[in-house]
């Protein structure tokens, strides 16, 4: 296999979505990764539905398969001793092990940090939790809608302060995976200096925090308490969504030379002193909305849109996900990958967000694996122990 990470072994004793993003997104850069799973049940999302598609005795989680193309996968109980004796030997083999158990839970399982590394001294660990390994609430459990309210940012989203509003994807889970995957290369690239592994620790408070950006800043050093503005920035404006006369569009006059190209096609004078720069803008929000609303109301989403673009006015609409995946541009960028699944045949999914070069699909491999089926690798990856 090709890639900027054919040369690394990952183990994956994750489950749920935190940990199996972090190692989907090694595997798509060419490293092997290996999945460790219970028998009988596999990963936790192996039973998240519907929708379950495939033959009635064979079904597969769509929810699985989000998250483990780039896997093989081994059946090991970790409670027996031959599971624990194959899992030594695949450490001592492997380049990183990821885990998102709960704290304590791999060290009852005679897999501490200490006894890792004493096994593979090279060994870099990726630990992801639900609110860090330590501190006071370190040994709770995390589940994502569960970390945005705690994180703060369901406070930040939605119509209003009374109705706190969970994004629409498990972005905690996402982000922990992408901060945990990032802090495994940059250990590997540590590792080839000093020849030794150590251990990466993220959480899904953390990933969340990291990512309030300057709605953090609005209270660390204004003092602002951020509330929800619903679809409209709470700093620059316009800057949202409006409704034209069949389709809602967005908008986004991110400076005030755009405004001044701008007010015209609204029927205002870019020099109207409550409207002029971008602070007077945002302190007569309401008035300037509703302006643009009636604008807009009288002419259809696409006239807009074509009006706004000969303008040079960033803008776009709203799409629903089938939209999203036939959008030509979204083929375009390699963000689509077929797989020959073992069971369903062959299956679209959504790919890599990463291309390089000039490759025209998206991840750094020259072809990407199907998500396994639970152990479809089990005597694969014993036989290539024993080599």
């Given at each position: 296999m090709t890639g900027p990470l054919s040369d690394v072994v990952v183990l994956d004793l994750s489950r749920a979505l935190a940990g199996p993003h972090a190692a989907m997104m090694l595997g798509d850069m060419g490293a092997r990764v290996i999945k460790v799973e219970q028998p009988g049940s596999g990963d936790d999302t192996r039973s998240w539905g519907p929708p379950f598609v495939g033959p009635e005795d064979r079904r597969e989680s769509t929810y699985f398969l989000s998250c483990n193309r780039n896997k093989e996968s081994i059946a090991?109980?970790?409670?027996?001793?031959?599971?624990?004796?194959?899992?030594?030997?695949?450490?001592?083999?492997?380049?990183?092990?990821?885990?998102?158990?709960?704290?304590?839970?791999?060290?009852?399982?005679?897999?501490?940090?200490?006894?890792?590394?004493?096994?593979?001294?090279?060994?870099?660990?990726?630990?992801?939790?639900?609110?860090?390994?330590?501190?006071?609430?370190?040994?709770?459990?995390?589940?994502?809608?569960?970390?945005?309210?705690?994180?703060?940012?369901?406070?930040?989203?939605?119509?209003?302060?009374?109705?706190?509003?969970?994004?629409?994807?498990?972005?905690?889970?996402l982000l922990a995976g992408m901060y945990g995957a990032y802090g495994v290369v940059s250990a590997l690239h540590e590792r080839a200096?000093?020849?030794?592994?150590?251990?990466?620790?993220?959480?899904?408070?953390?990933?969340?925090?990291?990512?309030?950006?300057?709605?953090?800043?609005?209270?660390?050093?204004?003092?602002?308490?951020?509330?929800?503005?619903?679809?409209?920035?709470?700093?620059?404006?316009?800057?949202?969504?409006?409704?034209?006369?069949?389709?809602?569009?967005?908008?986004?006059?991110?400076?005030?030379?755009?405004?001044?190209?701008?007010?015209?096609?609204?029927?205002?004078?870019?020099?109207?002193?409550?409207?002029?720069?971008?602070?007077?803008?945002?302190?007569?929000?309401?008035?300037?909305?509703?302006?643009?609303?009636?604008?807009?109301?009288?002419?259809?989403?696409?006239?807009?849109?074509?009006?706004?673009?000969?303008?040079?006015?960033?803008?776009?609409?709203?799409?629903?996900?089938?939209?999203v995946y036939e959008w030509p541009q979204t083929r375009s960028q390699g963000l689509l990958i077929d797989v020959e699944h073992p069971t369903l045949g062959v299956v679209t999914l959504p790919g890599p967000p990463l291309r390089l070069d000039d490759a025209p699909y998206a991840g750094g491999r020259d072809r990407h694996l199907p998500p396994p089926t639970l152990g479809e690798h089990t005597d694969t990856i014993l036989a290539w122990l024993e080599t």
């Open positions: 090991l109980d970790l409670k027996s001793e031959t599971g624990r004796d194959v899992l030594g030997r695949l450490v001592g083999r492997a380049d990183v092990l990821v885990e998102n158990f709960r704290p304590g839970v791999l060290a009852r399982l005679g897999f501490s940090t200490e006894r890792l590394h004493e096994l593979n001294p090279a060994l870099v660990i990726l630990s992801i939790s639900g609110f860090g390994h330590d501190g006071p609430e370190g040994g709770r459990a995390g589940y994502d809608q569960i970390a945005q309210g705690e994180a703060g940012l369901m406070t930040l989203t939605g119509p209003s302060a009374e109705e706190p509003t969970r994004v629409g994807v498990p972005i905690g889970d200096r000093t020849g030794r592994g150590r251990v990466v620790r993220t959480s899904l408070l953390a990933a969340i925090v990291g990512v309030h950006a300057f709605q953090g800043t609005r209270w660390t050093v204004a003092g602002e308490v951020p509330r929800p503005t619903g679809n409209h920035h709470p700093s620059i404006c316009p800057y949202g969504l409006f409704h034209t006369a069949d389709a809602p569009i967005q908008v986004a006059v991110g400076s005030d030379g755009l405004w001044r190209a701008f007010a015209p096609l609204v029927g205002l004078d870019p020099a109207d002193p409550r409207f002029a720069v971008n602070g007077d803008r945002v302190a007569h929000r309401r008035q300037l909305i509703d302006t643009i609303e009636a604008a807009f109301a009288a002419e259809p989403a696409e006239a807009w849109l074509a009006r706004l673009d000969q303008a040079g006015i960033p803008a776009g609409r709203v799409r629903t996900l089938d939209e």
